[in-house]
């Protein structure tokens, strides 16, 4: 069955300090990935996707993510992280029939981002 | 481009009432909308796919009965909670994906449910 794990359900980081966030899949077939960032009581927002090509993608506010099939990995990286990056972050992977009606998302259980001063 | 708002951000309501709330893609049109359920400091869950003119499909252990979901247009969808019960708080988060594309969703901004 498809799944989403992300390991982490709470990580602590210095403003300034490095960031990686850990996404691991279960999937059959040639994965749609995404990372969305929730602030409280909002909704998601969409920070990059992987559908196909260059493994590197890049996103917004400076993040960037590394997909690795042979880890079935789509870790979620930023090089100084700012106080503003607190949030919860779902990784998702898409599943079912793409461009069909039923085509939807799979998410994580989600890693809550603390940024120390 | 790509928003989606929610209408209302948060109500409460008193058991055994029934609240509406609605979803709507401001810049697109969204044949498909998906309606999730957020516990706190949970994932989000997938309650129901709403296609555009036709029956919503329901994720297994949703009560259809109990969530009403109408797709009554290209840029609009409802979902009535019915007989509300305290244990139906929760925040509930619709996305829209845009026609002819396939798992980009685009998320509204939640809406908070209490039920006293």
């Known amino acids: 069955a498809q799944s989403v794990t992300q390991p982490d359900i709470h990580i602590t980081v210095s403003e300034g300090a490095s960031l990686e966030l850990r996404c691991n899949y279960s999937?059959?077939?040639?994965?749609?990935l995404f990372w969305y960032v929730q602030s409280p009581g909002q909704g998601l927002q969409l920070l990059l996707k992987?559908?196909?090509?260059?493994?590197l993608v890049q996103g917004i506010k400076g993040f960037e993510a590394e997909f690795k099939r042979s880890q079935s990995s789509f870790n979620l990286r930023k090089p100084s992280v700012h106080w503003s990056d607190a949030a919860e972050y779902f990784c998702a992977v898409g599943v079912g029939n793409y461009g069909g009606s039923q085509g939807n998302l799979i998410f994580g259980k989600g890693t809550k981002l603390s940024v120390k001063p | 481009g790509a928003v989606v708002s929610q209408h209302p951000s948060w109500v409460i309501c008193k058991s055994g009432t029934s609240v509406k709330i609605e979803c709507r893609s401001l810049d697109f049109q969204a044949t498909t909308m998906f309606w999730y359920r957020q516990f706190p400091k949970q994932s989000l869950m997938l309650m129901a796919t709403?296609?555009?003119?036709?029956?919503?499909?329901?994720e297994q252990g949703v009560e259809k009965d109990k969530f009403l979901i109408n797709h009554a247009s290209l840029t609009l969808s409802t979902l009535t909670v019915t007989s509300a019960h305290p244990e139906d708080s929760s925040f509930y988060i619709c996305?829209?994906?845009?026609?002819?594309?396939?798992?980009?969703?685009?998320f509204g901004p939640g809406t908070r449910l209490t039920v006293t």
């Open positions: 709403s296609n555009e003119g036709s029956k919503a499909t329901y």
């Open positions: 996305s829209a994906r845009v026609t002819g594309t396939s798992y980009e969703q685009y």
């Open positions: 992987y559908f196909s090509g260059d493994t």
């Open positions: 999937y059959g077939a040639t994965p749609y």
